[in-house]
């Protein structure tokens, strides 16, 4: 097992690398992959500013502000939140904390980015004082929970593992702002793959198997047959199987091939909107494609346009957990805004995990 040191690294790498990856997808939000080629004249590499825009949150609008190079949305603000609660209630994952947590977003500058889904049930919780009747319906289904439950996942990476106390709290942290088993149902397995990766206990390749593991035939109420989840986490195994035998070909014969093309059509098959089936297989294709690179993983995961600071920041955690915060590139640390504040709540957090071992 790993040592304290690495334990630290890959818990820091998880937090930071989420928050990258939303920073360098955010730009690129709600663009096509061609559009984004047009604009920037070719596949974006680095952190780029946001530009202004009209955001619609609830039935206001807001006009938001250029955001600076390297600057993380709402998605990184609403993980950190989570994180926060766990360390303050000693490891526990309690609505009644990390929920009016959320509720005063309402009442910051970051509310003008914030989903549909998320700002009115954070609205709702305001007014009801329920922290667990997040909203319900087909609007629901979005991903909006899927990458801020990351932090479960760090937590149960340490010490004794109880499935039934992992999903009941997975379960808790979604249905905050989530009451749909598809969105639930990708936070869980969000989490899971957190969890295995960090422990280095599968191979890269094998992450959608587990996810499916996790997601077993019933669960959330989620139907037997053309179960939404499951179909997209077996599409996306099947483009990983058939890259793997692409690669075999190409080395045995010494041939030359556009990787990089062929995983930005592979995403886009998977889907870039922000349904909850889409993106999470989006991002565990662009992880376990690009296994051995946190910046190549990222950098696929962006530049196939769609809801790319999302998939972004959920290709960024699964890649940061498993090779750790040395493992992302210096550039990207160096200029990520609010650089201390993450590290700082990723030691909190990793602190309270190590405590759960005694």
Known sequence: ???????????????????????????????????IVEQYGGPVQDYLPRDSMVLVAGHEEYDVENLAPGTPTEDTRLTLLHAESIVATGGKVDPDDFGPRFVKLLETPWAAHMGRTTFESLQQARATGDYQAGLAGARAAGNGVAMRV???????????????????????????????????GAGVALAEAVRVLCRHEIMPEDLMAVALDTLQPGY????????????????????????????????????????????????????????????LAAAFYAFAARKNSFEEAVLVAVNAGGDTDTIGAMTGALAGAYHGLEGIPARWREGLSGYSEIVEAARALYRVASARQS
């Open 220 to 279: 959330l109420g989620l139907p037997l047959v053309n179960n939404p989840l499951r179909q997209k986490l077996l599409v996306a195994q099947d483009y990983i199987e058939e890259r793997q035998t692409l690669v075999d070909n190409v080395e045995s014969n010494d041939l030359s091939v556009d990787f990089f093309r062929i995983d930005l059509n592979n995403l886009e098959r998977c889907g870039t909107t922000g349904y909850a089936p889409e993106s």
């Open 1 to 35: 097992m790993p040592d304290q040191l690495e334990w630290e690294d890959r818990f820091l790498g998880c937090l930071v690398g989420l928050a990258i990856g939303d920073a360098l997808g955010s730009p690129l939000e709600y663009k096509s992959r061609q559009e």
């Open 150 to 184: 990351a932090p479960l996942g760090l937590l149960y990476a340490l010490g004794p593992f109880s499935r039934e106390l992992f999903l009941a709290d997975c379960e808790k942290a979604a249905r905050l702002t989530h009451n749909h088993p598809v969105a639930v």
